[in-house]
Nanobody, 122 residues
Framework: QVQLVESGGGLVQAGGSLRLSCAAS????????MGWFRQAPGKEREFVGA??????NIYYADSVKGRFTIFRVQNTVYLQMNILKSEDTAVYYC?????????????????WGQGTQVTVSS
């Protein structure tokens, strides 16, 4: 089992930055890719990006490429968000897979955090 706990959400002005954290615990010795998702009110959940646990490969959705950065330090995965826009407002979730698969595959995440709210004011 893997437990994921996000933190770092909040209110920020457009153009600003915010860093989210996702602390993983449990079976971290055999971690597989981890990803970030977001869900805005009234919209479907959207994939943001993913990172492989062992090699650090990273894959981003086009909507955040160039503005968001994912990186890992030990058992914590971070989502650094820069040049934030009002359309980035959402609840952000981190998730982990239970097997190795392509980072572009987004429908096989098994473990989920509780989510953290990010609000970007214009």
């Amino acid at each position: 089992q893997v437990q994921l706990v996000e933190s770092g959400g909040g209110l920020v002005q457009a153009g600003g930055s915010l860093r989210l954290s996702c602390a993983a615990s449990g079976r971290t010795f055999s971690m597989y890719p981890m990803g970030w998702f977001r869900q805005a009110p009234g919209k479907e959940r959207e994939f943001v990006g993913a990172i492989s646990w062992s090699f650090g490969n990273i894959y981003y959705a086009d909507s955040v490429k160039g503005r968001f950065t994912i990186f890992r330090v030990q058992n914590t995965v971070y989502l650094q968000m820069n040049i934030l826009k009002s359309e980035d407002t959402a609840v952000y979730y981190c998730a982990a897979k239970a097997r190795n698969s392509a980072l572009a595959t987004t429908d096989d995440y098994v473990y989920w955090g509780q989510g953290t709210q990010v609000t970007v004011s214009s």
